[in-house]
């Protein structure tokens, strides 16, 4: 089955260092990424949309200067929070849309715990 | 704004007892409704969907109804097992199932005693 991976699974950064976390598509090519963020014991919030060689879509509230998305290759998607902070502590899980001749699914990675300092 | 709305938020059910998880959605276009079961520490995994054209889909131990009338959609565990205790979410598209976006509910704590 698809498989989406993420890297790292768990990352303590200290306050106003910049973090890097990677969403590989394993044996499929994702054009489109999802990024998701949760907090304890809370839902997923969704936060932007990774479009493969475009630029990635935002929701409302969310700071793209802060969340900075790539999705260079069809099997990459990268969210890197700059100048992290203690707020910024969270769950962050990405998933990517799975086509395969017919209704998609959605895959979802193990996600990647980041706690800042 | 588009929301799901998702019921218990806690659920204790007795070892082979049957556990049942209602959501309920606002955006008359969603048309793609996923359920996925979250252990802790982990990202959610897929266990069952289903797609506006269909009003039942069944799984093995698992299934789902929809009525899009309503705009309600349930989850149905039965022979409930320890194993299946973990954090369960209901989804739905905004919109069309085009875009790929999911709104999620509030979550279901499901707790199997044995």
């Known amino acids: 089955g698809a498989v989406v991976s993420q890297h790292p699974s768990w990352v303590i950064c200290k306050s106003g260092t910049s973090v890097k976390i990677e969403c590989r598509s394993l044996d499929f090519q994702a054009t489109t990424m999802f990024w998701y963020r949760q907090f304890p014991k809370q839902s997923l919030m969704l936060m932007a949309t990774?479009?493969?060689?475009?630029?990635?879509?935002?929701e409302q509230g969310v700071e793209k200067d802060k969340f900075l998305i790539n999705h260079a290759s069809l099997t990459l998607s990268t969210l890197t929070v700059t100048s992290a902070h203690p707020e910024d502590s969270s769950f962050y899980i990405c998933?990517?849309?799975?086509?395969?001749?017919?209704?998609?699914?959605?895959?979802f990675g193990a996600g990647s715990r980041l706690t800042v300092l | 704004g588009e929301n799901v709305e998702q019921h218990p938020s806690t659920l204790s059910v007795q070892e082979g007892d049957s556990a049942v998880i209602k959501c309920t959605y606002s955006?008359?276009?969603?048309?793609?409704f996923p359920w996925y079961k979250q252990e802790l520490g982990k990202g959610p995994q897929l266990i069952i969907d289903i797609r506006s054209n269909v009003g039942e889909k069944k799984d093995q131990r698992i299934a789902v109804t929809l009525n899009k009338t309503a705009k309600h959609f349930s989850l149905h565990i039965t022979e409930t097992q320890p194993e299946d205790s973990a954090v369960y979410f209901c989804?739905?598209?905004?919109?069309?199932?085009?875009?790929?976006?999911?709104?999620f509910g509030q979550g279901t704590t499901l707790q199997v005693k044995p």
């Open positions: 998933s990517a849309r799975v086509v395969a001749g017919g209704p998609y699914v959605l895959t």
């Open positions: 989804a739905a598209t905004y919109g069309s199932s085009n875009t790929g976006k999911l709104i």
């Open positions: 955006d008359s276009a969603s048309n793609y």
């Open positions: 990774s479009n493969e060689g475009s630029k990635a879509t935002y």
